[in-house]
Structure formats: structure tokens, C-alpha cells
């Protein structure tokens, strides 16, 4: 009787095929080189945790980074319990951002901070719970500590 099967070689070559093909699909998956839940790609916008709500103020100073394509363009904020009456860019720390009519555009690698003008004032030592609206329609929130 004769044993036949693939060589050695050839079962090493197939195997480290099959996790090559599954690296880069776990890569892109995490890294949001797709999307599987919308036809459109995230921003990719994270919160610093140094973002806070200045009681004194009435103002919630919100750090973001961007780090994905496309350039994130926001057109709302909403701080729970109040009406948001101004949203400017406070400062740029790295990259670009620019306020226009269809709200405030970061580009990609951008470190900003944003600043969110509030009526009422939340009292300090509150918990200040904040979301951020895209152009590509995502919903980005957080919270943050009321500080005087």
C-alpha cells in the first residue's frame, strides 16, 4: 500500500498563508481599515482625559485627537442638561482645525482642544456626560468632571 499526501513544504507554505490572510484581516478589522456596521468610515475621534467642564465658566474644554480617515468634520455638541450656546476651537496643539458653516473640521492627527459654551452652568463636582455629532453620522460621547 502506498501513502500518498502534500509534501512537508507544501503544508508549511499553505498554513502560513492562512495566517498571513487572518493577520490582516484581524489588522484591519481593529484598526478600522473597514467597517462592518456602516457604509461609511469612522472618524476615529478620541478623548483626552484631561477634558473637564469649567464651572466658573460655563464652558466644557474638550481635548480630542483624530487619528483615522477621513477628516472629521462636527457639527454638534451636546452637554446633558443644558443648551450648548457656542462651540470655537480653543486651541491646536498638533495639526489642523478650522471652524466653517458646516461646523468644525479636524484633520486627521490633529490634537485640539474645543470649547463648548453652556447655558445653564453645571455645578462644580458634577459629572458632565457630553456627545459629539459627525457629518459621517457617528456619536461620539464621554464624561467628564465640573471643575470651578
Not at 479636524?106 to 455629532?133: E, F, Q
Amino acid at each position: 500500500m502506498s501513502r500518498s499526501g502534500i509534501s512537508p513544504v507544501i503544508a508549511t507554505v499553505i498554513i502560513v498563508a492562512v495566517a498571513i490572510a487572518i493577520s490582516i484581516a484581524v489588522a484591519g478589522w481593529l484598526l478600522g481599515f473597514w467597517n462592518v456596521t456602516s457604509t461609511e468610515k469612522s472618524e476615529g475621534i478620541y478623548f483626552y482625559y484631561d477634558t473637564y467642564y469649567n464651572s466658573t465658566e460655563g464652558a466644557l474644554y474638550l481635548h480630542i485627537f483624530t487619528h483615522l480617515r477621513p477628516e472629521a468634520t462636527i457639527t454638534k455638541v451636546e452637554v446633558t442638561g443644558t443648551n450648548v450656546t457656542g462651540i470655537d476651537v480653543y486651541s491646536i496643539v498638533d495639526g489642523d482645525a478650522y471652524v466653517a458653516s458646516d461646523g468644525i473640521h479636524v484633520r486627521v492627527g490633529s490634537d485640539v482642544w474645543l470649547r463648548v459654551t453652556t447655558s445653564p452652568v453645571i455645578p462644580a463636582g458634577s459629572m458632565v456626560h457630553y456627545k459629539v455629532y459627525t457629518a459621517n453620522g457617528f456619536v461620539y460621547w464621554s464624561d467628564c468632571l465640573s471643575k470651578s
